[in-house]
């Protein structure tokens, strides 16, 4: 009776060893995956543009988004789907999967930008094979609905992607200029919002409203706020939040659902891990119809001022025409006081 209790617990105590073992490989490739940096572009490079979420049924956005690069100096190519159509996304869930995985595939391809966001590319989260986007980094850039990419890329293999404007956006001297400055000329680049006054005595617009002053340092990671509790509780969501500078953007949200939203991130304990806090623009977020409604400064202000954090809000970010490109997973100081922030290393190689 006494050797059965000494090899029972052998046995449990092998055991307990075994899954201690096994969690800490499972938190060590969850939270501790190196960096990687994409290759900087440089005249006479291919771009990439693959359509992962929604269709677009004109023909002269396409035309557009392939001026813009080219007067970059780039070559483009279109992905083989870019222009199918399936219900309202562009093309089956297969085919757009088919489309990016290809384009990291490609030699040819030295960078890939999505042609529009709106809805879809969760969908094909589980069919991205992310052991070739390991093993052929490129740049990849889109906003909103590409939000969801740009979390399970870095969540699955800690690829540097970049939360900027997608092909069909307003290419003007604003977004141009940080594209240039982050993918071409390797800058650790400085963000602050435009300081025009135009006629008036003060700064009307695009102002920034400081929430907790201070200064903090921690890798920038964020993206569209819908898009991004939309994938809480899949392998795709980033698990390690701890001293991240979360940044958010969305649009055309009723405050209440922002509310919720935000919720679910204090909830599933987010808030509590990052050291730093940019909300950017909420366009056309207005209160739903009934007997009153919060204020978006006050749901902001309800969650994010008792962590005591520097934190600010109305940066370049999201659905407007002056579009700043953050790079996710590199570190930065922002300071909440002044509205900016401060790459401390190149997001490209």
Same mark, same amino acid.
Request: hydrophobic fraction near 35%; aromatic fraction near 10%.
């Given at each position: 009776?006494?050797?059965?209790?000494?090899?029972?617990?052998?046995?449990?105590?092998?055991?307990?060893?075994?899954?201690?073992?096994?969690?800490?490989?499972?938190?060590?490739?969850?939270?501790?995956?190196?960096?990687?940096?994409?290759?900087?572009?440089?005249?006479?490079?291919?771009?990439?543009?693959?359509?992962?979420?929604?269709?677009?049924?004109?023909?002269?956005?396409?035309?557009?988004?392939?001026?813009?690069?080219?007067?970059?100096?780039?070559?483009?190519?279109?992905?083989?789907?870019?222009?199918?159509?399936?219900?309202?996304?562009?093309?089956?869930?297969?085919?757009?999967?088919?489309?990016?995985?290809?384009?990291?595939?490609?030699?040819?391809?030295?960078?890939?930008?999505?042609?529009?966001?709106?809805?879809?590319?969760?969908?094909?989260?589980?069919?991205?094979?992310?052991?070739?986007?390991?093993?052929?980094?490129?740049?990849?850039?889109?906003?909103?609905?590409?939000?969801?990419?740009?979390?399970?890329?870095?969540?699955?293999?800690?690829?540097?992607?970049?939360?900027?404007?997608?092909?069909?956006?307003?290419?003007?001297?604003?977004?141009?200029?940080?594209?240039?400055?982050?993918?071409?000329?390797?800058?650790?680049?400085?963000?602050?919002?435009?300081?025009?006054?135009?006629?008036?005595?003060?700064?009307?617009?695009?102002?920034?409203?400081?929430?907790?002053?201070?200064?903090?340092?921690?890798?920038?990671?964020?993206?569209?706020?819908?898009?991004?509790?939309?994938?809480?509780?899949?392998?795709?969501?980033?698990?390690?939040?701890?001293?991240?500078? @979360? /940044? #958010?953007?969305? !649009?055309? &949200? %009723? $405050?209440?659902?922002?509310?919720?939203?935000?919720?679910? @991130? /204090? #909830?599933?304990? !987010?808030? &509590? %891990? $990052?050291?730093?806090?940019?909300?950017?623009?909420?366009?056309?977020?207005?209160?739903?119809?009934?007997?009153?409604?919060?204020?978006?400064?006050?749901?902001?202000?309800?969650?994010?001022?008792?962590?005591?954090?520097?934190?600010?809000?109305?940066?370049?970010?999201?659905?407007?025409?002056?579009?700043?490109?953050?790079?996710?997973?590199?570190?930065?100081?922002?300071?909440?006081?002044?509205?900016?922030?401060?790459?401390?290393?190149?997001?490209?190689?």
């Amino acid at each position: 009776m006494q050797r059965r209790k000494f090899v029972q617990n052998i046995g449990l105590s092998g055991l307990a060893l075994s899954l201690s073992s096994f969690s800490e490989k499972n938190q060590s490739q969850s939270f501790f995956k190196e960096n990687i940096r994409p290759k900087a572009l440089k005249e006479g490079d291919t771009i990439g543009i693959v359509s992962p979420s929604s269709a677009i049924f004109e023909t002269e956005p396409y035309e557009i988004a392939k001026e813009s690069f080219e007067a970059l100096g780039l070559k483009v190519k279109f992905g083989e789907f870019a222009k199918s159509r399936y219900g309202h996304l562009a093309g089956t869930d297969k085919e757009r999967a088919e489309e990016f995985n290809a384009m990291f595939r490609n030699p040819e391809i030295d960078a890939i930008i999505a042609l529009r966001g709106g809805s879809g590319a969760a969908r094909i989260l589980d069919k991205i094979n992310y052991d070739l986007i390991t093993k052929n980094p490129k740049i990849f850039i889109g906003y909103s609905d590409i939000t969801a990419l740009h979390s399970a890329i870095y969540q699955k293999t800690g690829l540097t992607t970049f939360h900027g404007p997608i092909a069909v956006s307003t290419w003007n001297s604003f977004s141009t200029k940080y594209l240039k400055e982050l993918l071409f000329e390797k800058k650790a680049v400085f963000y602050e919002n435009p300081k025009d006054k135009g006629d008036e005595l003060t700064q009307t617009k695009n102002r920034i409203r400081t929430i907790t002053p201070g200064k903090t340092s921690g890798e920038l990671l964020g993206g569209n706020l819908s898009v991004l509790t939309g994938i809480m509780g899949s392998p795709y969501f980033p698990e390690n939040w701890q001293g991240k500078i @979360l /940044y #958010l953007e969305d !649009v055309g &949200e %009723q $405050i209440y659902a922002v509310d919720r939203m935000m919720s679910q @991130l /204090y #909830l599933g304990g !987010v808030f &509590e %891990q $990052i050291s730093g806090f940019i909300f950017g623009k909420c366009t056309n977020c207005k209160p739903g119809s009934g007997y009153g409604s919060l204020s978006l400064e006050e749901v902001i202000d309800y969650y994010i001022k008792p962590l005591g954090i520097p934190a600010y809000s109305g940066a370049m970010i999201g659905h407007v025409d002056n579009n700043a490109m953050l790079p996710n997973g590199i570190k930065a100081e922002i300071d909440a006081d002044t509205g900016t922030i401060q790459l401390q290393n190149p997001a490209v190689r």
